[in-house]
């Protein structure tokens, strides 16, 4: 299990916090992800987008899925029924109104939920996604095995998150993503916090073959992981 990265304080629950946190910069979330990732975060659910395409699936459940660009590129590029589940009720509301201009609401629902307890039938769906939002999980293995728990027999579940680089691009990286990403939050969204957050928790996150075994002890028959821009992001798939 990783450690447990909480975004304010070590007394509230980090499920509490995490909703609080992204309250509080729900509105200026789509702006500074795009900002400061040079764009580079659309390529990203891009290639994790390739994948579901490829399954056809019939249901899927985005979980996490904030102001839901994951669940409307899934509504663009399939003819599943899509369901997106988020702890807050601030950033669903954001992604309530995209869903809606873009003539989306029959056949995306957006509802709030815990991905630690997933209000969902066994074997509901036949893909379950989550874009950067297991590093925001209380219990990472508990968040697994509940998402496993819901997808049919073959379903696949599809990870993508942040993990760390390696080779003559990691020591750039690493200082923008820890020195100046947060600084820049921080004026933007107003939460002093927040970006700072980012880091620590993704420091805290097992990534590669950590994340793929943690995948396989928890309710899946097989696991792969693909890493992407150097390895600042990973896309992880494990098949129940």
Known sequence: MPNIVKPYNDTES????????FDNISENYDFLNRLLSFNIDIYW??????????YNPGKILDVATGT?????????????????????????DYGQVKVNKKGLKDRIKLIKGDAEKLSFQNGEFDIVTVSFGVRNFENLEKGISE????LKSGGKLLILEFSKPSGFFAPFFMFYFKKILPNIGKIISGDSQAYTYLPNSVDAMP???????LILKNGFKEANFRKLTFGVATVYEGIK
């Open 14 to 21: 980090k499920k509490k916090q995490v909703e609080q946190m």
């Open 45 to 54: 659910r891009n290639q994790l987008e390739k994948k579901v395409v490829a």
């Open 68 to 92: 839901a660009d994951l669940a409307i590129e899934h509504a663009k590029k399939t003819k599943a029924a899509i369901t997106g589940l988020d702890l807050s009720q601030k950033m669903l």
């Open 147 to 150: 998402m496993g728990r819901v």
């Open 207 to 213: 990534y590669g073959e950590d994340m793929k075994n």
